[in-house]
Structure formats: C-alpha cells, structure tokens
C-alpha cells in the first residue's frame, strides 16, 4: 500500500460488460473466468475450438472385443476348423466381426467427448473451457469471441455516442 492512499492496481471500470454469466463461468469484457482460473481478455490469443478423448471405457472395449475376435480367428485358421464351418457360421463371424465397430457407435452415443476451448496465454496452450453439453459450449465460446473483438476493436463505448456531432464550418 502506498503512503499517499493509492494502490498499485490500475482503475478498473466500475461495472464491466458481462457477456456471460451461470455458475462456476464468467466472461466479461475484460476477463474470462471458469472456476478458480482466471485470464485477462487480451492476453488471450489463437483461441480454438475442439473435441476431447473419446470415452477409455469404450475404446478398452474396442481393444478388448477386437483382439478376441482376432485371437478366435487365427485359433480357427491354425486348427483347420475354418473349412468345416457352414456358411451360417461364417456370418456369424461376420456379425461378430463388427462388434467393435458397434462398440465405437453405442460409446460416442453413451459418452460423447467433451467439447473444449483452447488458447494461449502468454504463450503457453491452456485448456479454456471444456463442456459436454454442446448448447452452453457454444454460448461460453461465442461470449469470449465477443470479448476479444470488443477488445481489439478498442472497446464496448457506443461508437455513435462518443463521436462528437458534426457541425459544418460556416
């Protein structure tokens, strides 16, 4: 504290543009919180937008049923019990065969990946925002669009407002 009553913070504005606001996410003109972390506006840079992992559940899934398949495959081609099989069979491989792939479809279904937010911050790539629940995704993710314009377009004054009136020299 400084002896002459003044902080060592700049002013800052006394009512901030909210752009968006729910619990545990705020994004206003100047900064961009999600719980606890917090980042300035500016600083922000290279924001970008993708979707996380898939489900590891699902893909351990995959793995497994895949490499069952492969192992009864390749025990039936040793044993000789491939030119034994009826044709019935052989569908029934096949049916089986896609298995993992039904597996990839009822996972995504089940537990989409999440949506994520990414940027930089002085450098250095940080995981913004992430949300499985593509509607508020979109919100979070248009609100700090907005603020990074309002910022590097000088501001949220009224442009119109702050001109001064033209007035013709006579």
């Known amino acids: 504290m ?8 700049p002013p800052r504005a006394a009512n ?19 719980g606890r972390a917090s980042w300035p506006v500016a600083e922000l840079t290279q924001v970008w937008t993708t979707r996380g ?28 019990g491939l030119q034994r099989l009826t ?11 896609l298995l993992p792939v039904l597996l990839v ?9 999440a949506y994520e937010l990414w940027g930089r911050h002085k450098g250095t790539e940080v995981l913004l925002f992430s949300s499985d629940d593509e509607r508020q995704f979109g919100q979070v993710a248009r609100a700090l669009r907005r603020a990074r314009e309002g910022v590097r377009l000088g501001g949220w004054e009224d442009p119109l407002a702050s001109a001064g009136v033209w007035r013709p020299n006579r």
């Open 2 to 9: 400084q002896t002459d009553g003044s902080t060592a913070r």
């Open 16 to 34: 901030p543009t909210l752009l968006y606001a729910r619990p545990g996410i705020v994004v206003t003109a100047e900064r961009f919180t999600v």
């Open 53 to 80: 992992p898939h489900d590891r559940l699902a893909l351990q899934a995959v793995g497994v049923s895949g490499a069952l398949i492969g192992a009864v495959g390749v025990l039936l081609g040793f044993t000789g």
């Open 87 to 97: 044709a019935a069979a052989y569908l029934m491989l096949g049916v089986v065969g």
């Open 105 to 113: 479809l009822i996972g995504d279904r089940w537990r989409p990946p």
